[in-house]
């Protein structure tokens, strides 16, 4: 697990590519301090297994399935990546719970400053996965864990301050460009639950899935 505070932005040193796999290797400081084979890092908020160590970069391979939901097939040598340890247990719980599990791919609409923030607009590239975006909610862009400030039918915004542009990859993000999207999990476990349940299931079905609408008639 994760918390969507990124520790370092490293570097996409070597690709190595074979059909829909791959194995990255990034070359970092701080993640790689107490690394070891097997552990978990999240590179642009998808969690990888580190399976090589040396001189100050680590290996990770990519499957089919990450290949296809993800952004990682899009990055080229030299590309700066965000980076994150697996949480230990004693540390500070700082943004929210982020698994790594890449929900989808969005794409850049807009960039514009606002104040001393930067507010970006973006469309998820499946329209299902705003369901599970709601203003004011979590979400996790390339790994990082932001507030949605609003959303449209189609698109959502973040505002991102100072510190988190020039700490993470977004300060390199324009649009047109991709990034991974994850949602809020407690919202996704929520919504399937209640559909496994029965209680609600056929007339959320019917209704188009697990809306707000449908959660006020139902007294919530």
Do not use: W
């Not at 030299?78 to 230990?88: C, F, K, P, T, Y």
């Not at 970006?120 to 932001?146: N, Q, T, W, Y």
């Amino acid at each position: 697990m994760f918390t969507g505070l990124i520790e370092e932005v490293g570097t996409l040193e070597r690709i190595k590519k074979q059909g829909e796999t791959m194995e990255l290797t990034i070359r970092a400081r701080k993640v790689l301090e107490d690394a070891a084979i097997g552990d978990s890092i999240a590179v642009n908020g998808v969690c990888l297994t580190v399976v090589a160590l040396k001189d100050g970069a680590a290996a990770m391979d990519v499957m089919p399935e990450t290949y296809r939901k993800t952004a990682l097939h899009r990055l080229s040598v030299g590309d700066r990546v965000n980076l994150e340890r697996a949480m230990a247990a004693t540390a500070r719980f700082g943004g929210h719970i982020v698994q790594g599990h890449v929900d989808g791919t969005g794409t850049v609409r807009s960039r514009v400053p606002e104040g001393n923030a930067v507010v970006f607009e973006i469309v998820p590239d499946d329209p299902a996965l705003m369901r599970h975006i709601i203003p004011k909610g979590s979400i996790a862009v390339d790994g990082i864990s932001l507030t949605v400030v609003d959303t449209t039918e189609r698109s959502f915004r973040v505002s991102i301050i100072p510190h988190t542009l020039s700490e993470t990859v977004l300060a390199d993000r324009k649009p047109g460009d991709a990034v991974n999207l994850e949602t809020d999990i407690i919202g996704k476990y929520v919504e399937h639950l209640l559909l496994r349940s029965g209680r609600f299931g056929d007339a959320a079905k019917s209704s188009g899935g697990l809306t707000e609408e449908f959660l006020r008639e139902h007294g919530f």
